[in-house]
């Protein structure tokens, strides 16, 4: 175990020195209304990882407490995301609702101790009567009997009354300056229709006071959880000091992942699909971890990304060209080379002849020869990017320009002739002659030349479409929205441009998913839902600080 302990291993430390635990067992809870992102993976890391490097156990528990917008859709896109990271919970797959009626039982627990009342005060009065720092909280109905709250209890379970007649409040302080503890609503009354209880159940416990409990039925010792969540900590200890659970765990809470130019929040990612902002959860623009894998990330690459970012108390903001840095560097050493070229240009060979054609033998990766090589044909006519030719050439233009020699990767060095434009003034084709005494990589001693561009033969390509993404939001800290904009005011227009590339035949047997360094210019993936469709997940350097 590494000696650079982050501040939750400490206390789990601590905790197990003084004997108040045997085996750490943690728990992620996500609610089922929407896919992971990048933030859950966060969370999710720090649970599974604790419990992995401890030797202990992590349940995936789905918090379905709330019967509002939940679907089994996201149970199981839920599953599949987690266990593409790489994590596993084994048999231990819950729902919080399975504690429904042990919640029940707790409930009328607290009512027997005098701990909880019925109370009559309408949201909008509760709202009125919270007191503030100086005055604290009214509640007219904290002391009605135990009998009566009892019974009306039952009665608000047994569907007697509509939404919001009734709420059953803990009995904790008034006064206190935490107002997460002037008598909260632990349960209400909702007539709503649960995913897997069906109509079974017509009140349904908070957040508040469902979570400890049922950590505390799972033996959890540790409830990691980010750090909204403090201001909840007293009340979750209360919870478990005054209801008769058979454990003790421990809340401790962690900053938030926030990323620049993303924002990490379930309803305004489903809002940009509901809207048709985006094609979907999974599109790759998406920071979902089902978006982030079409678009080509690996599980890896952004677990490594977490651990980079690291386990700290405060609140920060990461740069989102480290998620890309963590991308990149393992692609770089995982993703075969092959050759696409974006915005294709015709170059004509002129002292090649016609009917030839010639092999070269590339590599797939330069420093890993053990991951083979691919035949590339050579022939009179190729295709050389745009930008890899100007014909008013910029100082230090180390491309193909008039008159220029440039070498074409593995190939030979070739030299400017004449240049076909069309009428509107761009380049249509241009002539080339080649020093046919420097092919396939032996080049001639003394024939020094700056510049190497990649190319592709006509016989050796096909058409595909290549995705080109920016960042979806302008807005790079999403903490600082403006009061009077929205997320939707800093929409990028240019986060998506789709070019008609052409790219290397042997690309043709590449299987959805897989992923390529395309030389000199970045890593591609091949899309898992459209056909012949290559998504860019990074660019080979990073380009956005410029
Ligand atoms: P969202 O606002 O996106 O809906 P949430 O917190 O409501 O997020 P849950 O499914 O309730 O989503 O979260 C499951 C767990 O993931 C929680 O413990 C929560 O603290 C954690 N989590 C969510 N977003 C982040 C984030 N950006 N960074 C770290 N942890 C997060
Ligand atoms: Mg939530």
Same mark, same amino acid.
């Given at each position: 175990m590494e000696d650079n302990k982050n501040f939750i291993e400490e206390i789990i430390d601590s905790d197990i020195a003084e004997g108040k635990i045997e085996k750490v067992h943690t728990r992620f809870p996500p609610e089922p209304n929407g896919y992971l992102h990048i933030g859950h993976c966060k969370a999710l890391a720090i649970d599974f990882g604790i419990a992995k490097k401890y030797n202990g156990l992590c349940n995936l528990r789905m918090d379905d407490t709330n019967p509002a917008k939940e679907d089994t859709e996201y149970v199981d896109a839920i599953k599949e995301d987690i266990h593409w990271l790489g994590f596993d919970w084994?048999?231990?797959?819950? &729902?919080?609702?399975? &504690?429904?009626?042990k919640d029940y039982e707790y409930a009328i627990e607290l009512i027997n101790k005098g701990l909880a009342y019925v109370c009559e005060l309408s949201a909008d009065d509760m709202e009125k009567y919270r007191g503030d720092l100086s005055h604290p909280a009214i509640s007219p109905w904290r002391d009605r009997p135990i009998e009566e709250s009892l019974d009306l209890f039952r009665r608000m379970k047994d569907g007697e009354f509509p939404d919001g007649k009734y709420t059953l409040r803990a009995k904790i302080d008034l006064a206190s300056g935490n107002f997460w503890m002037r008598d909260p609503v632990i349960y209400r009354i909702k007539h709503m229709h649960h995913h897997r209880h069906g109509d079974k159940w017509c009140i349904y416990p908070t957040y508040d006071f469902a979570h400890p409990i049922q950590d505390a039925l799972e033996g959890i010792t540790h409830s990691l959880c980010s750090l909204e969540f403090e201001i909840h900590r007293p009340l979750y200890n209360w919870v478990i000091e005054n209801v008769s659970v058979p454990h003790t765990p421990r809340q401790i809470e962690f900053a938030r992942l926030n990323? =620049?130019? =993303?924002? @990490?929040?379930?309803?305004?990612l489903r809002l940009m699909v509901e809207s048709g902002r985006v094609d979907g959860w999974d599109d790759p623009r998406m920071p979902t971890l089902c978006g982030l894998r079409r678009r080509g990330y690996t599980g890896s690459a952004i677990v490594d990304f977490c651990s980079r970012v690291g386990v700290a108390k405060a609140n920060s903001l990461v740069d989102i060209r480290l998620l890309e840095a963590c991308v990149r560097d393992e692609l770089n050493e995982t993703a075969p080379r092959r050759v696409a070229v974006l915005n294709p240009i015709r170059v004509i060979i002129d002292n090649y002849p016609e009917d030839k054609e010639e092999i070269f033998e590339l590599p797939n990766h330069p420093q890993h020869p053990e991951m083979g090589t691919r035949e590339v044909k050579f022939t009179k006519n190729i295709f050389i990017d745009a930008d890899d030719f100007a014909l008013v050439p910029p100082p230090k233009f180390f491309r193909l320009k008039p008159e220029g020699e440039v070498r074409l990767m593995g190939a030979y060095i070739v030299k400017c002739g004449d240049i076909v434009l069309n009428d509107d003034g761009t380049v249509k084709e241009i002539h080339c002659t080649a020093d046919l005494e420097t092919g396939n990589g032996n080049p001639v001693d003394g024939r020094k030349i700056k510049g190497t561009i990649h190319w592709l033969?006509?016989?050796?390509? +096909?058409?595909?479409?290549?995705?080109? +993404?920016?960042? @979806? @939001?302008?807005?790079e800290d999403p903490s600082k929205l403006p009061e009077d904009k929205e997320y939707t005011d800093f929409l990028n227009p240019d986060s998506k441009t789709v070019k008609r590339a052409k790219v290397e035949a042997s690309l043709k047997t590449a299987k959805p998913g897989d992923k390529f360094q395309f030389v000199r210019m970045g890593y591609y993936c091949l899309d898992t839902k459209n056909e012949n469709t290559f998504n860019s997940i990074v660019p080979l350097k990073d380009s956005k600080g410029k």
């Open positions: 084994d048999d231990r797959f819950f &729902y919080g609702s399975d &504690y429904f009626e990323i =620049t130019n =993303t924002v @990490l929040s379930k309803r305004f033969s006509e016989a050796n390509c +096909y058409d595909a479409d290549v995705v080109l +993404y920016e960042n @979806l @939001l302008t807005l």
